[in-house]
Every structure is written in structure tokens, then in C-alpha cells.
Nanobody, 119 residues
Framework: QVQLVESGGGLVQPGGSLRLSCAASGFAFSNYAMSWYRQDPGKERELVAGITSTGGSTNYADAVKGRFTISRDNSKNTVILQMNSLKPEDTAVYYC????????????WGQGTQVTVSS
């Protein structure tokens, strides 16, 4: 059974930090590129950050460059999103996504974790 379980969300003040984790199981994690997406009510889901299956390359949305860092540990089937200097506009539900590195139509989603940035 494929599972992506996000954790680490919560309420944080502007300028603060949060560390999101996504624990994967039920599939060959090292064969999948991993990404974090976010979605605010009434808006489309948007890509925040991505990392290749080997961890050798990353990419970020312009809005989070220099503040967020994505990483993965293939020995622990985990992907991390370190979020620093958080802003109110970062408030959203954050989703973990896995996409097969060759068969890109194979994708899995987590259930999401709420991040709220507010004073």
C-alpha cells in the first residue's frame, strides 16, 4: 500500500521556521522524484520545490528561493522541506508528491499538512 505521510505543519509567526517531513512507504522511493506543492483555498495547487530521485538536483518556485530547502534521505524514504523566513503568503496546505523518474504518469500524493503563518 502506497503511503506518503506529511508532518511538521502548524502555526508560526512571520519570520519563523518550520520543517516539513514526508515519510514514504509502499513503493521504490529511490526511483521517484519528490516534490512539495501547496494550495490555498480558492487557488490552484502550485509547485514549491522538487528534488530528483538521486537528490542531485533541486528546483524551487521563485517565491521561495533562498528561504526553503528541499532534501531527501533515500535510506530512510524521507523528504524534507526546511522553511525559513516564513511569510503570511506561505500559508497553505502543503502536499508531498512522488513521481516516477521514467514513467512520469505514475504519481502519488500525501494527504497534506496545514502551514499557517500569522502573528
Amino acid at each position: 500500500q502506497v503511503q506518503l505521510v506529511e508532518s511538521g505543519g502548524g502555526l508560526v509567526q512571520p519570520g519563523g521556521s518550520l520543517r516539513l517531513s514526508c515519510a514514504a512507504s509502499g513503493f521504490a522511493f529511490s526511483n521517484y522524484a519528490m516534490s512539495w506543492y501547496r494550495q490555498d483555498p480558492g487557488k490552484e495547487r502550485e509547485l514549491v520545490a522538487g528534488i530528483t530521485s538521486t537528490g542531485g538536483s533541486t528546483n524551487y518556485a521563485d517565491a521561495v528561493k533562498g528561504r526553503f530547502t528541499i532534501s531527501r534521505d533515500n535510506s530512510k524514504n524521507t523528504v524534507i522541506l526546511q522553511m525559513n523566513s516564513l511569510k503570511p503568503e506561505d500559508t497553505a496546505v502543503y502536499y508531498c508528491n512522488a513521481q516516477h523518474r521514467v514513467k512520469s504518469f505514475i504519481r502519488y500524493w500525501g494527504q497534506g499538512t496545514q502551514v499557517t503563518v500569522s502573528s
